[in-house]
């Protein structure tokens, strides 16, 4: 029974330092504006993008900010984060943050898309590509995970659209 025990113990510590090693946590204060400006802005959005499309296929997961699983708001923050970049946690949080964009087609690469249900921000999106159309975002959804959608094409995402903000700018 010891043998036994000794075992599951090594078997316990392995698959823990395994785990710990593999990811590193995110500590993120949701009340504290953007750690870092871009002076190369477009670099910047453009390496946002690569990040997130890295990440397209993974799925859904409540509460999720890393690789196994993301939920909207953790796929932003660690996006971000892969690129120097600390933003608050919540999409509500990320909402206060930057400043709006007024038309869509003024909307740039690494910009974020916010959503409500019932007056309430609840889901966020980063933009790839806007035009007067076209609203292109790499979001994690309930039903299918991280992909890459035109919001404005889809009877459900686009009623609930509360606009876009930018986090990059001054």
Known sequence: MRELIGKAFVVFLSLHFAACGAFEPLVIDEHRAPSKRMDDDKG???????????LLGIPY??????????DCSGLTVYTFYQNG????RTAANQYQQ?????????AKQGDLAFFQLNGKIDHVGLITRATK?????????????VMHQDIMASSYWKP??????????D
């Open 44 to 54: 910047v959005r453009s390496s946002l993008e690569k990040t997130a499309k890295s």
């Open 61 to 70: 997961r409540y509460g999720g900010n890393d690789r196994t699983g993301f």
């Open 85 to 88: 970049i600390t933003i608050p």
């Open 98 to 106: 930057g400043r709006g964009v007024g038309e869509l087609a003024e």
């Open 133 to 145: 159309r076209e609203l292109w975002v790499i979001h994690s959804t309930s039903s299918r995970g």
């Open 160 to 169: 609930r659209l509360k606009g876009v903000r930018d986090l990059l700018g």
